[in-house]
């Protein structure tokens, strides 16, 4: 047909419902709102919690009830907001040793999160599956974790469903949907930039490669990744609340 670039797609040109909002986007080049996308945001539940979860998955089970290759929880970070016009408060957790983190990691999450209000994560099936291992291994948190999945609200099918801006290139990871719709926040120059940097400098800092400012340098590193993720969550649920206003 001579179509070699999305922009040149036509009108009568058969597409899913999602690659036609893309093209015409991108044509356009104007962000696209659905018109119930206000409707989504409005079944938040304050307090609103935004959270992220840091694992490695080794081949060989380091510890108790574990399988080759089960996730291993090592860090969290969650964003609250108490009210909607509230700054965020932020807490996180980071194990830095050699012990098994899955008790602290569990016990401190339950604490942090309370017992009401949504629970704000970017493709629910990795957290809510991590859960599930959790209260496995940990069946005295099972109750505190029912109550954590019970809460948790997907920002990427809300995102996937009812947005989409040229700058995303058909992607709707958040290191896509990020920079389109928040310019300010990046990833870009971070020492741990992605979850297989975290990995690999969670795997060092356990193992004290390096001086102590270089183990305090890796702990940083991760806590501001990991943080980065939350914020920036709550950074994309300001702009979705803007742009639908």
Known sequence: MGVESIRDIPEGFELTDIQRRAATSVQTGQPWYAPELPAELAKLEYPVFFLDFETVNPAIPRFAGMRPYDHLPFQ????????????????????????????????????????????????????????????????????GIKNIQARLWDLLPVIRNHVYHPAFAGSYSLKSVLPALVPEMTYEGMTVADGVDAGLAWGSLIRGVGDQAERERLSQALLDYCGQDTLAMVRLLKALHLASA
Do not use: M
């Not at 009210?83 to 339950?110: I, K």
């Open 76 to 143: 969290w970070s969650l964003h609250v907001q108490r009210e909607p016009t509230a700054g965020p408060e932020h807490y996180e957790f980071l194990a830095e040793d050699r012990c098994d983190p899955r008790r602290e990691f569990a016990a401190s999450l339950l604490d942090a999160a309370g017992k009401s209000g949504s629970i704000v994560v970017y493709n629910q099936q990795f957290e809510e599956t991590r859960l599930n291992e959790l209260a496995g291994w940990l069946p005295e948190f099972t109750e």
